[in-house]
């Protein structure tokens, strides 16, 4: 996805913050519009839902589980999420993908779901519920670039709704991943963290290995919600008496991200330190305080 700066307008057609939402880059003519399962009705009767599109089914698996999404194309979007909506259950909402001015043909639409697929899966953010990969058409080499910049546009868009199908939590080619890599270590416990502060959290890293059973100062509420990170795989017990994370999970807390290592009440800020020995509290708190100060 390009980082270059861009301007995004979100267009409420009833005027309310939680109803239909339609998104787009006023320069590009790709639209995505996000349609609450239960206004629906109020999609259908949209001259958008009568077009060529692609479209995203989302909802959870579980509660607290990974969640859910199903790509789809088709020529008439309202006839299709029609019938989704009669025989798919799991969804909670659609994101629909179209072209402003209807310029989207089959063959860019097949062409796209099956990139978004491929994406989805390389992100490892969302579990689909597709079975097989769609198929890639037949797309000369202008075409193809053609739909892989409606993608980018897509992607911005459906991201910056809130919802980052084709991003992985962690970039592989950071460059400054190593220069801001963190450790949680506990000596004697088997506690050896590695992890990432990013902008939509913390994110403990593949192979981080925590402690197994939880200490008594944890809540039960704790205790469920991480029972839960191991029902869904994201740690695995590790054959020598503790657990390792299979995949990077983001967490919304430092705090939280040290409580899954630990197994006990942790405060992430102090837990959490560069390779100087430097606590996350003193990398990002207090340079922050400082500069405050200073002003």
């Not at 043909?105 to 490892?124: G, P, Y």
């Not at 075409?143 to 199908?165: Q, V």
């Amino acid at each position: 996805m390009s980082s270059t700066p861009k301007t995004i307008q979100i267009f409420l057609p009833s005027g309310e913050p939680h109803g239909i939402r339609i998104a787009e880059i006023t320069t590009r003519i790709v639209q995505v519009i996000e349609v609450p399962r239960s206004l629906l009705a109020d999609f259908l009767a949209m001259e958008q839902s009568r077009q060529v599109g692609v479209y995203f089914l989302l909802g959870e698996a579980t509660e607290g589980g990974d969640r859910l999404v199903y790509v789809g194309q088709t020529g008439d979007l309202g006839a299709r999420l029609s019938i989704h909506n009669q025989k798919k259950d799991f969804w909670d909402r659609a994101l629909v993908l179209i072209s402003r001015t209807n310029s989207l043909t089959q063959t860019h639409a097949l062409f796209l779901e099956w990139h978004a697929i491929k994406q989805i899966r390389d992100a490892e953010r969302f579990a689909d519920e597709n079975g097989n990969s769609g198929f890639k058409p037949h797309t000369p080499a202008p075409l193809e670039a053609e739909c892989l910049e409606i993608f980018e546009t897509g992607h911005t868009l459906i991201t910056s709704l809130g919802f980052p199908l084709f991003d992985r939590v962690v970039a592989a080619s950071s460059s400054s991943r190593e220069a801001d890599m963190l450790f949680c270590r506990s000596p004697g416990t088997g506690v050896e963290g590695r992890g990432l502060y990013t902008a939509e959290g913390f994110v403990v890293l593949e192979g981080s290995t925590a402690r197994e059973a939880m200490t008594p100062s944890t809540t039960p509420a704790q205790r469920q919600w991480r029972q839960r990170l191991i029902e869904r795989g994201v740690m695995q017990p590790n054959g020598n008496g503790g657990l390792v994370f299979t995949k990077d999970h983001l967490f919304q807390t430092p705090s939280g991200a040290a409580i899954a290592l630990m197994a006990r009440r942790a405060n992430g800020w102090i837990e959490w330190k560069n390779g100087e020995g430097l606590t996350l509290h003193q990398l990002q708190r207090e340079p922050q305080a400082a500069a405050v100060s200073l002003d």
